[in-house]
């Protein structure tokens, strides 16, 4: 009986052992790309917005972002991600801030990135949820 007491221990601890050196190498991988894009708000896009440098990307059609966008925005409407990306935002270390109308686009656009290899790439969901204003026309 001890000795089964003893070897369930042991495992035990290997368990923990194991668990614990396994969780912590989030420093170790930091130079690798993430595998998602990042999902944040309204506010903290805006935080990012005036303390980094961040390029706003617009994954709305044309009329959308010529009737309201957010100011320094840049257009790459969902449709053309995987044909123009490489030339509209060619960095791919660079952090990048989609939007769209509701959420859904900027979502599906920020996989699409992802799989394409950019690194640092925030989805912040729809303009009807940004409180901070807008501009109209094209850039």
């Given at each position: 009986m001890?000795?089964l007491?003893?070897?369930l221990?042991?495992?035990l601890?290997?368990g923990?052992?194991?668990?614990g050196c396994?969780?912590?190498?989030k420093?170790e991988?930091?130079d690798m790309p993430?595998?998602?894009?990042?999902?944040i708000?309204a506010?903290e896009a805006k935080?990012?917005m005036d303390?980094?440098?961040?390029?706003?990307?617009d994954?709305?059609?044309?009329e959308e972002?010529s009737d309201?966008?957010?100011?320094k925005?840049l257009?790459l409407?969902?449709?053309q991600?995987e044909?123009?990306a490489s030339?509209?935002?060619?960095?791919?270390?660079?952090?990048?801030?989609?939007?769209?109308?509701?959420?859904?686009?900027s979502?599906?656009?920020?996989?699409?990135l992802?799989e394409?290899g950019?690194?640092?790439?925030?989805?912040?969901?729809?303009?009807l949820?940004?409180?901070?204003g807008t501009?109209?026309?094209?850039?």
């Amino acid at each position: 009986m001890k000795k089964l007491g003893y070897t369930l221990s042991l495992i035990l601890l290997s368990g923990v052992i194991a668990a614990g050196c396994g969780n912590d190498r989030k420093e170790e991988n930091e130079d690798m790309p993430s595998s998602q894009a990042v999902k944040i708000d309204a506010e903290e896009a805006k935080k990012m917005m005036d303390d980094e440098e961040v390029i706003i990307v617009d994954v709305r059609t044309e009329e959308e972002f010529s009737d309201a966008h957010i100011d320094k925005a840049l257009l790459l409407t969902l449709d053309q991600i995987e044909s123009k990306a490489s030339s509209v935002i060619p960095d791919k270390e660079a952090t990048y801030l989609l939007y769209c109308r509701s959420g859904n686009r900027s979502s599906q656009a920020a996989g699409m990135l992802v799989e394409m290899g950019y690194t640092e790439v925030y989805d912040f969901g729809g303009i009807l949820d940004w409180p901070y204003g807008t501009v109209s026309g094209r850039n």
